[in-house]
């Protein structure tokens, strides 16, 4: 059991270093493309917003493939696509119960669904910051432009 939570609680570290670099992109591809969201164009903010949420997702998606391929390398899966399900069915915390782990490393399912949540929750603030901001501008804007 130790070392399963050991081994979970690592993963769970190499994901939020994961995610805090995936913010940090967020971040700056937000501030490169503020110039769109400036104006009062709802579809251009919506696109701006549209990329923040792909990046976010893609993130959460490599953090299910690194828990997959742990799941594969200890011998739980014979391929990665099943891995992989399994993965994003504990990181979503929709808990299927289709596919399990042996006895042996069942711990590491529960420990990847409390990192999911926890991911999962930074991705959704990290994306309402930036839907919040954009309505903001935009509003702004609009107003600017029917107070011309």
């Not at 690592?10 to 503020?34: A, D, P």
């Not at 799941?71 to 993965?87: D, I, K, M, V, W």
């Not at 999911?116 to 959704?124: D, P, R």
Request: hydrophobic share 50%; aromatic share 8%.
């Amino acid at each position: 059991m130790l070392h399963n939570l050991l081994l979970g609680l690592s993963t769970m570290l190499l994901c939020l270093m994961l995610q805090l670099v995936l913010v940090l992109l967020v971040l700056r591809y937000y501030r490169n493309k503020e110039y769109l969201i400036n104006n009062s164009s709802f579809a251009a903010s919506l696109r701006v917003v549209g990329g923040v949420m792909l990046l976010l997702v893609i993130g959460n998606l490599a953090q299910i493939a690194i828990w997959g391929g742990m799941f594969q390398l200890l011998g739980e899966f014979g391929n990665f696509n099943a891995a992989f399900y399994h993965s994003a069915v504990n990181f979503a915390t929709l808990g299927y119960g289709d596919v399990v782990m042996s006895e042996k490393h069942k711990l590491l399912g529960p420990l990847e669904s409390l990192n999911g949540i926890l991911m999962i929750g930074v991705s959704t603030s990290a994306l309402m910051n930036a839907l919040q901001n954009a309505m903001r501008r935009t509003l702004k804007a609009l107003e600017e432009q029917e107070g011309s």
